[in-house]
């Protein structure tokens, strides 16, 4: 494997867990009721504050 394609899968990696990041804080930014309306694991652990980060940003597949 060179280097650029090595290069290449961390910036697609880095990519990938940047737009993930994104998301989940937008639908973060939602109301709880709203949360809770499309199914959002995480709604009914937002009350009690526990929160789970998104994990490395190189990915866990």
């Not at 090595?6 to 930014?29: D, K, N, P, V, W």
Request: without cysteine; glycine residues 10%; hydrophobic residues 40%.
């Amino acid at each position: 494997m060179s280097i650029l394609s090595s290069i290449g899968r961390l910036a697609t990696e880095f990519s990938a867990a940047r737009a993930r990041y994104q998301t989940e804080r937008a639908i973060h930014s939602l109301p709880i009721e709203l949360q809770k309306d499309i199914g959002w694991p995480e709604a009914a652990d937002a009350k009690s504050g526990s929160r789970l980060g998104v994990g490395s940003w190189a990915g866990a597949k």
